[in-house]
């Protein structure tokens, strides 16, 4: 009869499901095995999952590295700690109540903690720690500073946490990749300043033997992605020693100059490529980008070529796969030219240059600072306007992935004078430096779409004519 009702597919079906529904009560058994060889049973797992109740500190910046101390409860031996989705090192179970560990890093960011027992069983502190960045902002005008300031990552509001005196004519500020020193360039003073970052603080302790020594009018800072080797340019330098190669003391942050290179004219920013192969110099003066290959063992440079890319390039940036580079074109009164960003790129070869489009930045003037975000999909250029009260703007781009090509988003506008912008590590804020306002603008962007809408409290007051802005990452 059971032949009669039901087909031999029917019946291979059902016996597929009965067999199902058996590995469901094996796994269940199983699992149940296992926790009971341990001596613990369902409900025993759920009661003897760890209960994170606080940690401390509950913030620190993204270098992380400090030891925290996790408090709670149902800790035993065995258990591990996950900060921001990262393990923690050299985990401590103190007691039943207290666990301690080594930070890892994170880019700025509000994280859970959680403890996990050796069962897997795993009790969660949501939003339980936050990483923070401090903003270094150098200013131009009379005796030169560098402003401090940290950033909450919850809400992109700053913290003032006062200056620090550095050589005059401030301009470029760089941040080494291991977020442990911070240089600037003193274009007055033909020399580049090092510290050590306090990263509980955010305070600056200046490099043993600073300030060192750089080339004529040195403008710029860059440093390679291993920390190794620190470039800077030399805006009133002959083109003969347009570019100067430094090594950095891994110990100490110090700088050993290695040699001059030449360039172009009135040498200004410069970057080098995530791979570390490359590194790229505005020329001001002489409307061009020099290119040049770098070794990082030594800290040497070999020159590639100098390449056209509109009118009076400004500050640069390469794309995170490293086949673009995109630069700020600043127009001026004797170029009659219009504000622009120049993408180009980059033969992976040779470190060459070849211009993709340039993107004039509507009726805005003076293009000056260029951002891209870590993802790679989206750049930001600031547009000074000529310095002239209001019209100062930024504008968004989507970045073509396939081709490097911008579509614009949209531009918003800031404080006077625009002359850099930076991205947070997680991309939530947007910072800019405003010349002719003395301000720090803050901007709320959106993941998606790149749209930038502004703080609750959007502008901050800082020194006289900022630059360039650094921050930990």
Not at 132 to 154: C, E, H, P, T, W
Not at 199 to 206: E, I, Y
Not at 257 to 266: I, L, N, P, R, S
Not at 439 to 462: E, Q
Request: a negative charge.
């Amino acid at each position: 009869m059971f032949s009669n009702i039901y087909s031999d597919k029917d019946f291979m079906k059902l016996t597929i499901f009965i067999l199902f529904l058996l590995g469901l009560i094996g796994c269940n058994v199983q699992k149940d095995l296992e926790l009971r060889s341990i001596g613990i049973d369902d409900d025993a797992a759920a009661a003897n999952a760890p209960v994170v109740e606080s940690i401390s500190p509950t913030s620190y910046g993204v270098k992380g590295g400090i030891t925290i101390t996790i408090t709670g409860s149902k800790f035993s031996e065995g258990d591990s700690v996950n900060v921001g989705g990262t393990n923690c090192p050299d985990v401590v179970v103190v007691s039943a109540t207290e666990i301690t560990c080594t930070l890892p890093y994170h880019f700025a960011s509000v994280v859970d903690v959680v403890v996990s027992n050796a069962q897997g069983i795993s009790g969660t502190l949501f939003n339980g720690f936050k990483y923070n960045s401090f903003l270094y902002v150098s200013n131009q005008s009379g005796a030169s500073f560098l402003y401090k300031m940290k950033i909450d990552s919850a809400d992109g509001s700053i913290t003032q946490l006062g200056s620090t005196s550095v050589p005059n004519g401030a301009y470029g500020v760089e941040i080494d990749p291991s977020n442990t020193w911070v240089y600037t360039a003193g274009v007055l003073a033909n020399q580049i300043a090092a510290f050590t970052i306090n990263h509980s603080t955010g305070d600056l302790t200046a490099v043993p033997g600073s300030p060192f020594a750089g080339g004529s009018g040195v403008d710029a800072v860059a440093v390679s992605k291993d920390s190794k080797c620190l470039i800077a340019s030399n805006f009133y330098a002959a083109s003969s020693a347009a570019v100067t190669s430094y090594s950095i003391n891994q110990t100490t942050g110090a700088l050993v100059k290695v040699a001059d290179y030449t360039g172009g004219t009135q040498a200004g920013f410069l970057a080098i490529d995530p791979q570390n192969r490359f590194v790229f110099v505005t020329n001001y003066g002489s409307d061009n980008i020099s290119a040049y290959t770098m070794n990082t063992t030594n800290c040497t440079l070999a020159f590639v070529g100098n390449y056209s890319c509109g009118d009076a390039p400004d500050a640069i940036s390469v794309h995170p796969s490293g086949k673009y580079v995109y630069t700020g074109n600043a127009s001026n009164s004797f170029t009659g030219g219009k504000g622009a960003v120049t993408a180009l790129a980059v033969d992976q070869n040779t470190g060459a240059l070849s211009i993709i489009n340039t993107y004039l930045t509507a009726d805005a003037r003076r293009g000056s600072g260029v951002e891209i975000d870590k993802t790679g999909t989206q750049l930001y250029v600031t547009a000074r306007g000529n310095d002239e009260a209001g019209t100062g703007k930024v504008f968004g781009y989507d970045i073509t992935s396939t081709t490097g090509n911008l579509t614009e988003i949209n531009n918003w506008s800031s404080d006077d004078g625009p002359n850099d912008v930076r991205i947070l590590g997680s991309g939530k804020f947007v910072f800019t430096a405003n010349t002719q306002a003395d301000t720090v603008n803050v901007f709320i962007r959106d993941l998606g779409t790149g749209i930038l809408t502004p703080a609750l409290t959007p502008s901050y007051p800082v020194g006289t004519s900022p630059g360039i802005i650094g921050i930990t990452f």
